[in-house]
């Protein structure tokens, strides 16, 4: 398991592009990746539910990646992040 935080950048947090982009992302690896902020939980590759746990700018999330590929999709989600939010 591998799990890193981060802080959202981006003036209106988490919205429909880079949630969407995001969801693709991982829709792409074999790990699980889930996301968490608000005291909510919600699996990356569910469009709807990464939006509804409400990250706005300077929000901190926690992000988990479980699975066979854990330590390359963690990577990528964290640069993904980093580009996009």
């Given at each position: 398991?591998?799990?890193f935080?981060?802080?959202?950048?981006?003036?209106?947090?988490?919205?429909a592009?880079?949630?969407?982009?995001?969801?693709?992302l991982?829709?792409?690896?074999?790990?699980?990746?889930?996301?968490?902020?608000?005291?909510?939980?919600?699996?990356a590759?569910?469009?709807?539910?990464?939006?509804?746990?409400?990250?706005?700018?300077?929000?901190?999330?926690?992000?988990?990646?479980?699975?066979?590929?854990?330590?390359?999709?963690?990577?990528?989600?964290?640069?993904?992040?980093?580009?996009?939010?």
């Open positions: 398991m591998k799990q935080n981060y802080v959202i950048t981006d003036e209106v947090g988490i919205h592009r880079p949630a969407g982009n995001l969801s693709k991982c829709k792409g690896f074999a790990s699980k990746v889930t996301i968490e902020a608000n005291g909510k939980s919600a699996e590759t569910k469009l709807m539910a990464v939006m509804q746990l409400g990250a706005k700018k300077d929000t901190e999330i926690t992000v988990t990646v479980e699975g066979d590929d854990e330590e390359n999709a963690a990577n990528e989600v964290e640069a993904f992040l980093k580009e996009n939010l």
